[in-house]
Nanobody, 123 residues
Framework: VQLQASGGGLVQAGGSLRLSCAAS????????MGWFRQAPGKEREFVAA????????YYADSVKGRFTISRDNAKNTLYLQMNSLKPEDTAVYYC?????????????????WGQGTQVTVSS
């Protein structure tokens, strides 16, 4: 599967953004999906994961209660709604697809990565 992330941009602290990740191929619905981010000088970190059906989700503590991951299998699209953004959320955000469970994504056993979209939060 090929992944194309979009929706990043510059936003003030406290604002919102919605990221999208469009997937090509007919097997999108069979993958567990996730979002990761990488800030300058830091390692890529897990943000959120969602099961193939969308019925189960998991979040990093740093974004819990502020970010919401969702998917539309009919549109082959993954989303990340980001609210109450903070300057420390500034990073390149990547979508990812994996075979397996939520833990597969959390453990970074990723099969496919998107190209990343920049999110910058100003204070």
């Amino acid at each position: 599967v090929q992944l194309q992330a979009s929706g990043g941009g510059l936003v003030q602290a406290g604002g919102s953004l919605r990221l999208s990740c469009a997937a090509s191929g007919r097997t999108f619905s069979s993958y567990v999906m996730g979002w990761f981010r990488q800030a300058p000088g830091k390692e890529r970190e897990f943000v959120a994961a969602i099961s193939w059906s969308g019925g189960s989700t998991y979040y990093a503590d740093s974004v819990k209660g502020r970010f919401t991951i969702s998917r539309d299998n009919a549109k082959n699209t993954l989303y990340l709604q980001m609210n109450s953004l903070k300057p420390e959320d500034t990073a390149v955000y990547y979508c990812a697809a994996a075979d397996g469970t939520l833990k597969t994504v959390i453990d970074r056993q990723i099969g496919f990565w998107g190209q990343g979209t920049q999110v910058t939060v100003s204070s």
